[in-house]
Every structure is written in structure tokens, then in C-alpha cells.
């Protein structure tokens, strides 16, 4: 597997916010053009980064993952949905409808 060099350029800022302390912030674009009552830009940097290519299978395999990962977050909404509903239909079968007498308060 042979690396390959990513060149990525970033855009280091910090917080034009008043009410918080010097916050430094690194992006990938210039975040100042975009909010430049957020974001003051300090400087930019190149940096070269070495990339391991992935084989096509390892990629399909991340894939898998992450739809694995979604597919069991999606069942326990569910599941937690469902108690709630049978929760609440479990609480409208337990009210009694009926007249009451009142000699049938116990007090």
C-alpha cells in the first residue's frame, strides 16, 4: 500500500466573540469571509499530510459500519418509541369511565 501526500491548507482563527476568552480555531477555509463578526484570521498554514490508500474492500467495510451503526440506533428509537406509545395506551385502559357513587368513596 503506498502513502499518498495530501496537501491541505488551514485557515487558523480565533473568536471576535467579546463575551468569550481567546478561543483559536482551525478550519479548512476562511471562516472570517464567511462571519467576520465571529471569526478573526490569524494566519494560514500549508501542511502536507501522508494519506494510507485504502483497498476497495476496507472502504465497503466502513461502509458497513456505519450503516450497522445507524441501523441499531434507528431499532433503539424505535423500541423506546413503542414503550412509550404502549405506556400510554396501557394508562387509557386503566381509566375507569364508569359513574362513581358516592358512598362508594371510602373516606
Known amino acids: 500500500m503506498e502513502a499518498l501526500p495530501l496537501q491541505v491548507t488551514l485557515y487558523i482563527h480565533v473568536s471576535a466573540n467579546p463575551h468569550v476568552p481567546a478561543l483559536y480555531l482551525v478550519h479548512t477555509c476562511d471562516m472570517s469571509q ?32 456505519r450503516l450497522q451503526k445507524e441501523k441499531a440506533s434507528i431499532v433503539d428509537q424505535a423500541h423506546q418509541r413503542v414503550a ?24
Do not use: A, M, W
Open 84 to 107: 412509550f406509545i404502549e405506556d400510554k395506551i396501557q394508562q387509557l385502559l386503566c381509566i375507569d369511565h364508569s359513574t362513581i357513587q358516592e358512598s362508594d368513596i371510602p373516606f
Open 34 to 65: 464567511i462571519y467576520p463578526d465571529l471569526y478573526v484570521l490569524l494566519e494560514t498554514r500549508t501542511v502536507c499530510l501522508e494519506i494510507n490508500q485504502p483497498e476497495p474492500i476496507d472502504i465497503i467495510g466502513k461502509q458497513v459500519e
